[in-house]
T-cell receptor, first 119, second 117 residues
Framework: EDQVTQSPEALRLQEGESSSLNCSYT??????LFWYRQDPGKGPEFLFTLYSAGEEKEKERLKATLTKKESFLHITAPKPEDSATYLCAVHHIRPLMAFYGGATNKLIFGTGTLLAVQP | GAGVSQSPSNKVTEKGKDVELRCDPI?????LYWYRQSLGQGLEFLIYFQGNSAPDKSGLPSDRFSAERTGGSVSTLTIQRTQQEDSAVYLCASSPRTISSYNSPLHFGNGTRLTVT
């Protein structure tokens, strides 16, 4: 079954304490992996898309990496304003459509990691 | 520019009543999605519209749920005979192209929080 699992469910860091969030996936034929940030009462805000193993993308204190089975969101020297829920989502190919190169039309989301950065 | 706009931001309704949730996507975006987010759950796909193609309704949980998109722009999600388990945040997202296209992420609105009493 297609699945996206994020860990840990919650993470509390001190300001400046670097760490990583994990997103592991079991889907047939990854076409793209997306990271989003969600603040309370808001919709998810797009951060990164990764398409192939070995790819890395950076934005300020965040760096996302991708392997064949998982993605990491590294947070370097976090600040309190980095506190949010971080969501991972995958876009994949339907098994029966793989021969025809048919991707699905939707993203499968994980349940997120709630990050709290204390001053 | 303006982002995805959803209304109302909050809706409280009694069990058994019908509700309509509205989504105004980003201008020019051809793809529109509805997702549902329940407490402690991941985002659950409901329905997808792409241009003039037939919508992908594979995520709608029951026949009480329906959605339409008029003129390739505004979309309305309708829930008939609401049940308490329908309580959730309903999120709308749009994209300039299909997500099969590179660099075409979803842009989300802030959602409608639906509470069924």
């Amino acid at each position: 079954e297609d699945q996206v699992t994020q860990s840990p469910e919650a993470l509390r860091l001190q300001e400046g304490e670097s760490s990583s969030l994990n997103c592991s996936y079991t889907v047939s034929g990854l076409r793209g992996l997306f990271w989003y940030r969600q603040d309370p009462g808001k919709g998810p805000e797009f951060l990164f898309t990764l398409y192939s193993a070995g790819e890395e993308k950076e934005k300020e204190r965040l760096k996302a990496t991708l392997t064949k089975k998982e993605s990491f969101l590294h947070i370097t020297a976090p600040k309190p304003e980095d506190s949010a829920t971080y969501l991972c989502a995958v876009h994949h190919i339907r098994p029966l459509m793989a021969f025809y190169g048919g991707a699905t039309n939707k993203l499968i989301f994980g349940t997120g990691t709630l990050l709290a950065v204390q001053p | 520019g303006a982002g995805v706009s959803q209304s109302p931001s909050n809706k409280v309704t009694e069990k058994g009543k019908d509700v309509e949730l509205r989504c105004d996507p980003i201008s020019g975006h051809t793809a529109l999605y509805w997702y549902r987010q329940s407490l402690g759950q991941g985002l659950e796909f409901l329905i997808y519209f792409q241009g003039n193609s037939a919508p992908d309704k594979s995520g709608l949980p029951s026949d009480r749920f329906s959605a339409e998109r008029t003129g390739g722009s505004v979309s309305t999600l309708t829930i008939q005979r609401t049940q308490q388990e329908d309580s959730a945040v309903y999120l709308c997202a749009s994209s300039p192209r299909t997500i099969s296209s590179y660099n075409s992420p979803l842009h989300f609105g802030n959602g409608t929080r639906l509470t069924v009493t």
